[in-house]
């Protein structure tokens, strides 16, 4: 068995099956399985519990079980584990990263926070923990307008690291909030031609589009909200029958399994080399690894202790604010 590589190396025996020792060895070490929606669909079809990012945090905060695997990128286990501090932690590959996260470095924002003084620090939760730590409110792409909207009108605010989710706050509330320059790699390509010409091809699909997402493909949308808003809003309105879904297409999935009957085409990346735009840390989750991760126990995700108690602050600050 090697990790050297942030996921366990280790030959599988021929022939076994997956699925159903994934599922004996959830048992046996009362484990259970999370999953983002943004995951292929046979891991979300494993896991015990299928959301976005925070709402699978605060699942886990609530489980008894002793280890948790967090199938997802890094700052999804790291967000568990500031939130389950006494539960073992594990994601099935440490390469698992995410652009956005990885676009605000925490030594970088700690220099632009002092280059900002008397400014309340509002940072999306898709941030490493030492990001959090540094914060004074988390929020998520559901609740972020909420959250910014309870602050005094005349409260200066940093928001990071998504530039276009701060901009569509600043668009919709009035506010000025100085942004951090990042973006989501997946969300930053989406083309609006492609969109466009889908809405010719599909005359009555509703554009269904990720707050991650420029200024212009927002524009086109019949709705703009997070994976778990716009999963929702999908369900609720019968009368619709197709939609053009741009966010990751992940969540493809689930809107096929809550809505049987209603067609979801997945919005084309700006390259068009696929029909799809997908996030490739995401897919890194497979069930060999989950196998593999269960099996060993590894990899772990670790989170510094004086790390821990700074990230969670901000955490709780927002789940009294929403």
């Keep these: 068995m090697n990790i050297d590589k942030g996921y366990v190396e280790a030959t599988i025996p021929e022939g076994i099956d997956l699925r159903a020792e ?37 699942i886990a905060e609530k489980l008894d079980n002793d280890i948790i695997v967090m199938c997802g990128v890094h700052f999804m286990g790291e967000t568990v584990k500031i939130l389950c501090p ?23 924002l700690k220099k632009f926070i002092a280059a900002h003084p ?55 509330t009035g ?8 973006a989501c790699h997946v969300h930053e390509k989406f083309s609006l031609a492609g969109i466009l010409d889908l809405k010719k091809k599909h005359p009555g699909a509703k ?13 086109v ?17 019968e009368d619709a029958t197709e939609f053009i879904v741009a966010t990751e297409s992940g969540i493809l999935h689930e809107m096929r399994l809550k809505c049987p009957g209603k067609t979801f085409i997945p919005a084309p990346p700006d390259d068009a080399a696929c029909a799809c735009n997908e996030c490739s840390f995401m897919k890194l989750n497979t069930l060999s690894k989950l196998y593999l991760t269960l099996l060993h126990e590894l990899p772990e995700v670790t989170v510094d202790e004086n790390i821990i108690d700074r990230a969670r602050r901000p955490i709780e600050r927002m789940l009294e604010l929403s």
Excluded at 26 to 54: P, R
Aim: proline share 5%; with cysteine; charged share 20%.
């Design 118 to 172: 008397g400014h309340t620090v509002i940072s999306y939760v898709n941030t490493s923990a030492a990001v959090k730590a540094l914060t004074d409110i988390v929020v998520t792409s559901g609740n972020a307008m909420k959250v910014v909207g309870s602050m005094p009108p005349d409260a200066k605010i940093i928001f990071g690291p998504d530039r276009n989710l701060g901009n569509y706050i600043n668009s919709e």
């Design 207 to 219: 554009v269904l589009v990720h707050p991650e997402c420029p200024a212009a493909v927002r524009l």
């Design 175 to 182: 506010r000025e909030m100085v942004l951090w320059d990042g």
């Design 221 to 237: 949308a019949d709705k703009v909200g997070s994976t778990a808003v716009l999963l929702k809003w999908a369900a609720e309105h």
């Design 86 to 108: 006494e539960k073992k932690v594990l994601v099935p590959d440490l390469n698992a990263g995410c652009s956005l996260a990885d676009s605000c470095p925490a030594p970088e």
């Design 22 to 58: 994934i599922k004996r060895l959830k048992e046996e070490k009362n484990a259970v399985i999370l999953a983002h929606y943004y995951t292929v669909g046979e891991i979300q079809e494993l896991a015990d519990f299928v959301g976005d990012s925070l709402a699978l945090a605060q």
